[in-house]
């Protein structure tokens, strides 16, 4: 079965400084793999997402992610951090083929922005 | 484009009652998702439906059931419902069913259990 990990549930960033968000996940092959963002009383909005090819994909809002295989990990990055990203991120997971659109979702990340 | 629309917003239900949400894609996409979200949880997938059909189904009591209409438009029905059943639940569209199309979500319908 598969899964995703979010080691960090909370984390607090100073507005303007670079952002990580870590996500780990479990899958037999290589996953089809998204980022999605919540920001409150909201649904979900996809930041970017990782089927096949390059590993460093590009999302929207200045946002990044880059797959490595070897640690079956999709962290996400920002260079640069606004206060309106304050918000929690999901990192979730999908089946490759022929088996419909069931997505796994970690636990989510909360940011905070300090100004 | 109109994005997708959940129905209601907001919902207040007491003990052993039933209740039936509602979502309408996005003009186009024929795979509607079903989620439910709590703090203790997180995101747990219910069902797909694609083209009328339930194509997926999580690990959920048969107290959830949905269903979709020609239009694509796809109802989720909870009943007897207890207090665990208070959540946000999301609705996602796709246009496609399978290599996990992108979904769009919807802002959902909090349900709160009394």
């Known amino acids: 079965a598969q899964s995703v990990t979010q080691p960090d549930i909370h984390i607090t960033v100073s507005e303007g400084a670079s952002l990580e968000l870590r996500c780990n996940y479990s899958y037999g092959a290589t996953p089809y793999l998204f980022w999605y963002v919540q920001s409150p009383g909201q649904g979900l909005q996809l930041l970017l997402k990782?089927?096949?090819?390059?590993?460093l994909v590009q999302g929207i809002k200045g946002f990044e992610a880059e797959f490595k295989r070897s640690q079956s990990s999709f962290n996400l990055r920002k260079p640069s951090v606004h206060w309106s990203d304050a918000a929690e991120y999901f990192c979730?997971?999908?089946?490759?083929?022929?088996?419909?659109?069931?997505?796994?979702f970690g636990g989510g990340t909360r940011l905070m922005v300090k100004p | 484009k109109a994005g997708v629309t959940q129905t209601p917003r907001y919902l207040i239900k007491t003990r052993g009652q039933q209740v039936t949400l509602s979502c309408s894609p996005i003009s186009g996409h024929r795979s509607v998702s079903w989620y439910q979200q709590t703090p203790g949880q997180g995101l747990q997938f219910l069902f797909e439906?694609?083209?009328?059909?339930?194509?997926n189904k999580g690990n959920f009591p048969g107290r959830f059931s949905g269903r979709q209409f020609s239009n694509s438009r796809s109802e989720m029905n909870v009943s007897t419902l207890e207090l665990g059943d208070s959540a946000l639940y999301l609705c996602?569209?796709?246009?496609?069913?399978?290599?996990?199309?992108?979904?769009?979500f919807g802002d959902g319908t909090r349900l709160s259990i009394l």
């Open positions: 979730a997971v999908g089946a490759k083929g022929n088996a419909g659109n069931m997505l796994t």
């Open positions: 439906y694609f083209s009328e059909t339930q194509r």
């Open positions: 996602a569209s796709s246009w496609l069913s399978g290599d996990n199309q992108p979904q769009h």
């Open positions: 990782y089927f096949s090819g390059d590993t």
